[in-house]
């Protein structure tokens, strides 16, 4: 399944970007994150490591594409049980304001329970 969530806010898109391309920077934002263990900072293809979320759950991550330019990149994340969700964030200046957008892509059960938690996430992001 594939969906694709988005908010926008006051937050200019290079502030945005830093939050999205530094993974130490991500439970800031993020609630469901407490921690990241990553290889790279900012993040680049090939980038991998673990996040860390509440109760001990931790998934492990690879980045597939960054491209600064467009302000976009796409990460794979490992669920439990073997189940991959393909995440695709893009940052764009509407306006006066920042829009970012997730496109999620995977099992349909996994996508649809992550979207409503993502999607505070962006606004969180953003604000």
Do not use: K
Request: charged residues 20%; aromatic residues 8%; positive net charge.
């Amino acid at each position: 399944m594939n969906l694709t969530i988005a908010a926008v806010g006051p937050v200019a898109p290079e502030v945005v970007w830093d939050r999205y391309v530094h993974p130490d920077r991500w439970a800031e934002w993020s609630p469901q994150i407490r921690a990241v263990d990553c290889s790279d900072s900012p993040v680049r293809a090939g980038s991998g490591g673990r996040v860390r979320g509440p109760c001990g759950v931790a998934v492990d991550f690879e980045v597939l594409d960054v491209d600064a330019e467009r302000r976009s990149w796409t990460w794979r994340v490992a669920v439990p049980a073997g189940i991959r969700l393909t995440l695709a964030h893009t940052v764009q200046q509407r306006g006066s304001r920042t829009w970012t957008g997730l496109e999620l892509s995977g099992p349909a059960p996994v996508v649809l329970g992550y979207a409503p938690i993502a999607y505070l996430a962006l606004t969180r992001l953003v604000r």
